[in-house]
């Protein structure tokens, strides 16, 4: 790897160097390493671009890193990767794309990942999008993120896009079976002209299952971001979803919820808040001595934290 | 240490101007322990915001160390050494009652650092520390944590706008106690707005505002039995009633 791709390496996965455990690093549309363990097998698929990872039931206390690194101008990169993750096993995934493009074409990946877990599994998720790069041309990512989760699984997703990518239109679907719980935690931060979408469509068909959408965002300058949420409660669940949104300079940002009940005992909630930075905020750190620049900071790096 | 002189405030009201401070004159001296009392609405708050910088003057000077600070922005004020309590506290989505004490020390501090600050408004600090100062938390207790963020800055001037409003029972003891010990130990001076007799009674000096003049100032031993005895009904039908049964 030279510098460039090391410094996309460490924004997306936190990681200066090759990962420990399970891993797939994919530099530039082809694969550039892998690792399997006793518990974890990767294996490339054969009908389309992508692999399979398979996590054995039981697994406890592992990790699984699959980072995609551009840093070729003009790439468009697809990938399919599928998670089998099976009954029992505990473990941590961490994904991410980052685009390095200082050329004037446009670089594009996106990402199908499709989850299987199976009952009692349970899942961490962590993905970073990242760009980087002084050309023109455009940084572009539309990842999808299909979740099935069976009976009493449990997944938490940490989603982040903080800096640089130009264009995202992000689509996440799950469903539900009894006792599952689905956890989102998303944060995006758009600025200059970019434009972000984010949608999400869960069902919640078990007995008893839940999920949480939570989506902080930060629009500045002339940045339009679309936050769309679909809930269908189809059993008795609960289901909540909240858009809190920060808005500067010219950004703007449309929160469009959709909650759905269709059996007595759904409970579905949607919360949204979208707005500038409160004055009062700015003015309580400005008496503990920040500028107010520094205080917009503080107030928007901890929102996003 | 503060020197107000000749404050007036103005706001305009249906295109009219509104006098909500009159021409106040006030000095604060070094390591004193000021308290502004008075009716609500009578400007006490206004004031407070004058001094640190949220609001500007629209007439009249203010000194601070005999230097003129009238024009200086909040954060100019705050760098100098002053600190400001809010009455109705600020909340933060995403920032901690430890972030928020790291920004009023100035520099990194430890969490046993940051604890004990908590520890010193009444909060158990390990509850506490890694919370959002959000909506979760209770009024009374952002308001500890609004207190111990001005403990944490040492500031050599600390304005506190009624720092018992929204506090039970319980946490007023302990409020009562902070002040006292910042009375004991004189580290800068404190400006406190309050209408309870306790914390009044730990002042050095009492100043009344009342529509936005002052109306009485002097010693504590001099002010505080006038304001007890000042047992006159706030209801004016009341007290022709009264005068009427006394006849």
């Known amino acids: 790897m030279d510098a460039i791709q090391k410094q996309l390496l460490e924004e997306v996965a936190g990681i200066h160097e090759i990962p420990q455990g399970a891993y797939n690093l994919r530099v530039n549309g082809e694969g550039a390493g892998r690792n399997t363990t006793e518990h974890i097998d990767i294996v490339t698929k054969t009908d389309k671009p992508g692999i399979d990872i398979h996590i054995r039931p039981g697994t406890k206390n592992e990790?699984?890193?699959?980072?995609?690194?551009?840093?070729?101008?003009?790439?468009?990169?697809?990938?399919?990767?599928?998670?089998?993750?099976?009954?029992?096993?505990?473990?941590?995934?961490?994904?991410?794309?980052?685009?390095?493009?200082?050329?004037?074409?446009?670089?594009?990946?996106?990402?199908?990942?499709?989850?299987?877990?199976?009952?009692?599994?349970?899942?961490?998720?962590?993905?970073?999008?990242y760009g980087s790069g002084d050309g023109n041309g455009e940084r572009v990512m539309n990842p999808q993120t299909i979740v099935h989760m069976e009976k009493d699984s449990y997944m938490e997703m940490d989603t982040a896009q903080i800096k640089g990518v130009d264009s995202t239109d992000r689509l996440t679907k799950a469903d539900l079976a009894d006792g599952a719980t689905l956890v989102i935690h998303?944060?995006?931060?758009?600025?200059?002209?970019?434009?972000?979408?984010?949608?999400?469509?869960?069902?919640?068909?078990?007995e008893n299952c839940g999920a949480n959408v939570i989506s902080r965002s930060v629009a500045k300058e002339d940045s339009r971001q679309v936050f769309l949420s679909k809930i269908n409660g189809n059993n008795k669940c609960m289901g909540h979803s909240e858009c809190d949104a920060i808005l500067m300079d010219n950004g703007s940002v449309?929160?469009?919820?959709?909650?759905?009940?269709?059996?007595?005992?759904?409970?579905?909630?949607?919360?949204?808040?979208?707005?500038?930075?409160?004055?009062?905020?700015?003015?309580?750190?400005?008496?503990?001595?920040?500028?107010?620049?520094?205080?917009?900071?503080?107030?928007?790096?901890?929102?996003?934290? | 240490m503060l020197e107000l002189k000749n404050i007036s405030y103005t706001v305009k009201e249906t295109g009219e101007d509104k006098g909500i401070i009159h021409d106040v004159s006030l000095t604060i001296q070094e390591g004193e322990f000021v308290a502004i009392t008075g009716p609500n609405g009578g400007g006490k708050s206004t004031l407070a915001k004058i001094i640190v910088g949220i609001e500007k003057p629209t007439s009249g000077k203010i000194y601070y160390k005999g230097e003129d600070i009238t024009e200086w922005s909040i954060t100019e004020r705050a760098k100098a050494g002053i600190g400001f309590a809010f009455q109705q506290p600020v909340r933060f989505k995403g920032i901690t009652v430890k972030d928020l004490i790291t920004l009023a020390t100035g520099e990194k501090i430890s969490t046993t650092d940051a604890c004990a600050y908590l520890s010193e408004v009444g909060l158990c600090a390990r509850d506490y520390i890694n919370r959002e100062v959000n909506g979760s938390l209770s009024g009374g207790e952002l308001k500890r944590i609004e207190i111990a963020t001005i403990i944490a800055r040492k500031a050599q001037l600390?304005?506190?706008?009624?720092?018992?409003?929204?506090?039970?029972?319980?946490?007023?003891?302990?409020?009562?106690?902070?002040?006292?010990k910042m009375q004991e130990e004189r580290t800068g001076s404190i400006v406190i707005i309050s209408h309870q007799e306790r914390i009044l009674n730990t002042a050095d000096r009492i100043v009344v505002i009342a529509d936005g003049r002052i109306a009485e100032e002097g010693s504590r031993e001099e002010i505080l039995p006038k304001l007890l005895d000042a047992s006159a009904p706030a209801c004016s039908v009341l007290q022709e009633k009264t005068e009427r049964q006394g006849r």
């Open chain 2, 158 to 180: 600390s304005v506190f706008d009624e720092p018992e409003a929204g506090i039970d029972l319980w946490s007023f003891q302990n409020l009562i106690r902070v002040f006292e």
């Open chain 1, 186 to 206: 998303e944060k995006i931060m758009t600025h200059g002209k970019q434009y972000a979408k984010t949608d999400f469509e869960v069902d919640l068909n078990g």
């Open chain 1, 63 to 129: 990790s699984v890193h699959i980072p995609v690194l551009l840093s070729q101008s003009g790439l468009d990169d697809l990938v399919y990767n599928d998670f089998y993750i099976g009954e029992d096993a505990d473990v941590t995934i961490v994904a991410g794309c980052g685009i390095h493009n200082a050329g004037s074409e446009r670089t594009k990946h996106d990402g199908i990942h499709t989850f299987y877990l199976e009952k009692g599994a349970r899942v961490k998720y962590i993905e970073k999008h």
């Open chain 1, 254 to 305: 449309s929160a469009i919820p959709e909650i759905t009940a269709n059996h007595l005992e759904a409970s579905l909630i949607h919360e949204a808040a979208i707005g500038k930075i409160a004055g009062e905020q700015i003015i309580k750190l400005m008496t503990l001595g920040l500028t107010e620049a520094e205080a917009e900071a503080q107030i928007v790096n901890g929102f996003l934290k």
